[in-house]
Nanobody, 123 residues
Framework: QVQLVESGRGLVQAGGSLRLSCVVSGRAFSNYAMGWFRQAPGKERDVVAT????????YYADSVKGRFTISKDNAKNTVYLQMNSLKPEDTAVYYC????????????????WGQGTQVTVSS
């Protein structure tokens, strides 16, 4: 059974930084793309960043480009999301997810999800 466990939730002030981690068990981690998504209250779940099975070819939503960095450590079965220069509009529940494909940015291609972790950015 595939499991994704996120950590790194927190409350930070605008301009601050936070790093989220997601440990994956139960599948061949290096074969599949991983992604971070977020959902704010009353809004749909949107893609934040994705990375290929090998950890290459990162993709970022326009709203986080230049501020967030996704990375994948295949030796530790862990994917990270480093978030810098945080803004109040980054406040959301953040989810990591595992794909069925080597690389994809489409939410529908992600079939296994973590439980979500709350990130709150105060102004």
């Amino acid at each position: 059974q595939v499991q994704l466990v996120e950590s790194g939730r927190g409350l930070v002030q605008a301009g601050g930084s936070l790093r989220l981690s997601c440990v994956v068990s139960g599948r061949a981690f290096s074969n599949y793309a991983m992604g971070w998504f977020r959902q704010a209250p009353g809004k749909e779940r949107d893609v934040v960043a994705t990375v290929s099975g090998s950890g290459d070819s990162p993709y970022y939503a326009d709203s986080v480009k230049g501020r967030f960095t996704i990375s994948k450590d295949n030796a530790k079965n862990t994917v990270y999301l480093q978030m810098n220069s945080l803004k109040p509009e980054d406040t959301a529940v953040y989810y990591c997810a595992s794909s069925r494909l080597w690389w994809t940015t489409r939410t529908s291609d992600y079939n296994t999800w973590g439980q979500g972790t709350q990130v709150t950015v105060s102004s």
